[in-house]
């Protein structure tokens, strides 16, 4: 169990290095909410690769957090309208989450429904997002 607990210590800290790079990416806001001056944590998007890589992981409030983390987390579609904007991110573990989100709000959102009609993801994305 000791060996465990050593190895998720070293990807948090190895996670942690990537925090100044992934701030100024976020320029202080979530990546998916595009909330400011809220606590920011790292969120890794599944599937996670061995090694931590900047290009997997996104800064998130605590509420996007909780939405990306447990699929059964119940989603209020007014609340994520924002979606239709970030989906346009440049990162593409941001797009990957977007997606993943709006899936999720299409079955009861027309406005999400529609928001996946219309985006073009190119196809490793698309395929990144079905491994959820």
């Known amino acids: 169990m000791a060996r465990g607990f050593e190895s998720h210590q070293e990807r948090l800290r190895a996670l942690s290095l990537l925090g100044k790079d992934l701030a100024r990416r976020a320029k202080s806001k979530c990546e998916i909410c595009q909330t400011a001056g809220?606590?920011?944590q790292i969120h890794e998007v599944a599937p996670a690769p061995k090694e931590p890589d900047f290009?997997?992981?996104?800064?998130?409030?605590?509420?996007?957090?909780?939405?990306l983390s447990e699929p059964s987390t119940e989603l209020d579609p007014k609340r994520w309208r924002v979606l239709t904007e970030t989906l346009?991110?440049?990162?593409?573990?941001?797009?990957?989450?977007?997606?993943?989100l709006l899936q999720r709000l299409a079955k009861e959102a027309d406005w999400a429904r529609e928001t996946l009609e219309e985006?073009?993801?190119?196809?490793?994305?698309?395929?990144?997002?079905?491994k959820a």
Do not use: G, Q, T
């Open 119 to 130: 985006a073009y993801l190119e196809d490793d994305l698309l395929e990144w997002a079905a």
């Open 38 to 40: 809220v606590p920011l």
């Open 55 to 67: 290009d997997h992981v996104i800064m998130v409030c605590a509420a996007c957090d909780a939405a």
């Open 88 to 100: 346009w991110s440049d990162a593409p573990a941001v797009r990957v989450s977007v997606v993943r």
